[in-house]
């Protein structure tokens, strides 16, 4: 199940605002986040950066972290704000030190990463008190947006996963088509 990756060829598809917002808004990841202006932020599978520049004008600095390195050309050709370091990294094998990141996120990535290594080295680069937030598909969707059904996972299967690497679920939602599940290191 999972690891979906989308395709760097339609990656103008990621910059249509109507359609991303319509599954979560700037304002929804941000309340989630949380965040202080000084903060460091990891954006996990950042794509086109298309979420990545509505959190790095509230944060210190913001990791774009994509394994595909032509969504990091796209993000160039479009502009990357200055606070923005483009990381070309499967989330498994992150190159970040140990806590030096404050808060991540990942918006429809979960389902394209989703492991147990994966989750540990999120839990390994963040640092206390560190917060992450996942919007992505859901299991219980019908599909008609996002990856195929069979290669979701359920808001639950998530949430058990995290708390299994030691994280605290602190607000979790269920949409029509998505999840969102904020949690903290306990």
Partial sequence: MGHHTFDAERADKLEEAEQRYRFVSAEE???????????TVADLGSGTGFFTDDVASHAGAVYAVDLQEAMHEYYREKGVPENVDLVTSDVSDLPFDDGDVDAAFSTMTYHEFASDEAIAEIRRSLAPNGRLVIVDWAATGIGEAGPPVEERYSADEAADALRAAGFEIEHAAVRPETFLLIATLE
């Fill in 29 to 39: 990841l941000l309340w989630a986040l949380s965040l202080s202006p000084d903060d």
